[in-house]
Structure formats: C-alpha cells, structure tokens
C-alpha cells in the first residue's frame, strides 16, 4: 500500500502488529514508523526479464523466518543454545571453569585426584 492512503486509512493497532510493506516510489522513505519491507520503485530492470521489475528493501530476514517455522516445506528448526567460551582457572589442586549458557552463569571447580 502506498504511504498516504496508508496513513489515511490504516489503524494504528494494525501498523503496530504487522511487519508493513509499504509502497513509496522515492529515494528515501518518508514514513516515521517500522516497516518489514519498502518498495521503492517499480521501474527497475533486471537481465533476462521483459518490462519493469518493483524494487524493494527488506528489513527482516523473511528466509529465515520461513525456515525457522517449518514452512514452505522446510523442516522446523529447533533452538540451540547459545554458549561461551569456558573461561578456566588453574591451580595446583584443581581448577575453576566458568560458562554461560542463554546468558545464565554457571561455575564449579574441578579437583586434582
């Protein structure tokens, strides 16, 4: 949708809800709030295709989105863990290992035998 009958006409709980792909044939975006997806022109050229192609900025990774949620006939990803490098200190009768897993710190030292 373009940006004046946009701003005209959407609800603001549906501008805030959804990722927008707003129409605005300009070279910059006049329009003060998030979008997932701007079209800039529609008079763009590409090798191999006859006519006009629309020109378009994405500011979310659709692909992933997609894949992540198993759509399209991709499998659903599942989360990983996110996790640091362990920091280790060692002493003569052991040593202390300290990682964080999903921003959480956990710790324990490890004794010589």
Do not use: C, H
């Amino acid at each position: 949708m373009s940006r004046s009958p946009f701003n005209s006409y959407m609800e603001d709980d549906i501008k805030n809800r959804y990722a927008l792909w707003l129409a605005e044939y300009n070279s910059k975006l006049n329009y003060s709030g998030s979008v997932g997806m701007w079209q800039k022109s529609s008079t763009g050229r590409v090798n191999g295709i006859g006519g006009n192609v629309d020109i378009d900025e994405g500011y979310i990774d659709y692909t992933e989105k997609i894949k992540s949620a198993g759509l399209n006939g991709f499998s659903k990803t599942k989360t990983i863990s996110t996790l640091s490098a362990p920091i280790v200190t060692a002493t003569e009768t052991g040593m202390t290992v300290e990682v964080k897993v999903n921003g959480e710190t956990y710790s324990g030292k490890l004794m010589k035998n």
